[in-house]
């Protein structure tokens, strides 16, 4: 298998850092999706209102309770989906298809009831989208038992939410959010054994509460109804699946070809979609 790749990249990079053709096909892939958020313009489109008028569409009141929603809904899936198998479904059900019915019920089942109904739903659609995200872990050759994937698994939750002024996390770009997690629990075998730690859960929530914001707010146009409801759920979950997916590609490759030379390709590529 060629250890070069064609285009501009393969003129960016030593030929010794560069992937092979397939890895550096699908890194590109990974990077697309880690470097480019697309969940705030899916939901504008569901709701039918741009992105800077959906942020200001959450009641006050709700607002005042995202924060401690956010957190009570990691900690309640961390409970439900640490330990289990992700990819074991009902009727031997194909493990995307399962997880988008359910997310979809959810969903509708919120947008039925509105803005308290949703907010009531949350810590259950973050338990699928954790247990989505660990099939994607598992899918990639890691073991979402071992609590250093499943803190990884965790991560995707702050991974795939933009930063705030108030995020520890507040470096922009992959790298940077994956090093400063990293920091933050630097001993991920034993110190989830009993638990989330803290100051990790707060970094991941602090992220993830923008990303559930911006969920609310959707569901916060009037008449959004059971079917919009449904919609919002499901790239709600496609988001957070795509992320996983990157995240962990990126890691089995780090496994395959090393993490310098994975971090490099990845500069690359991410250096060249942006010129």
Not at 16 to 38: I, N, Y
Not at 137 to 158: I, R, W
Not at 225 to 247: K, S, T, W, Y
Request: contains cysteine; charged residues 20%; hydrophobic residues 45%.
């Amino acid at each position: 298998m060629s250890t070069t790749s064609s285009g501009s990249t393969g003129s960016t990079l030593p030929a010794l850092l560069t992937l092979p053709e397939d890895a550096q096909t699908e890194l590109a892939k990974a990077v697309a999706t880690l470097e480019g958020p697309s969940f705030a313009a899916r939901l504008a489109a569901i709701a039918g209102t741009p992105i800077e008028a959906l942020k200001d569409r959450l009641p006050e009141s709700i607002r005042d309770q995202v924060d401690s929603a956010v957190r009570r809904a990691l900690e309640k899936a961390w409970s439900a989906a640490v330990g289990t198998e992700p990819r074991r479904t009902p009727f031997g059900m194909d493990v995307a298809w399962f997880h988008r019915g359910v997310a979809m019920a959810s969903g509708a089942a919120g947008g039925a009831l509105g803005l308290l109904g949703t907010m009531a739903e949350l810590p259950f659609s973050t338990t699928i989208l954790l247990r989505q995200i660990a099939a994607e872990a598992a899918a990639a050759g890691e073991d979402p038992k071992s609590a250093s994937t499943a803190a990884e698994c965790m991560a995707v939750f702050a991974l795939g939410s933009p930063t705030t002024e108030e995020d520890d996390v507040a470096e922009t770009g992959y790298f940077a959010a994956r090093i400063a997690l990293a920091q933050m629990l630097p001993n991920a075998a034993s110190s989830l054994v009993s638990g989330l730690v803290p100051g990790f859960l707060g970094a991941i929530a602090a992220r993830f509460t923008g990303t559930v914001g911006l969920k609310l707010s959707a569901q916060a146009v009037p008449v959004i109804g059971a079917a919009a409801g449904a919609a919002i759920n499901l790239a709600f979950l496609e988001h957070f699946r795509g992320v996983a997916h990157a995240h962990f590609t990126v890691r089995k490759f780090e496994r395959t070809y090393g993490a310098d030379r994975v971090r490099a390709a990845y500069d690359a590529l991410r250096d060249g979609s942006t010129r």
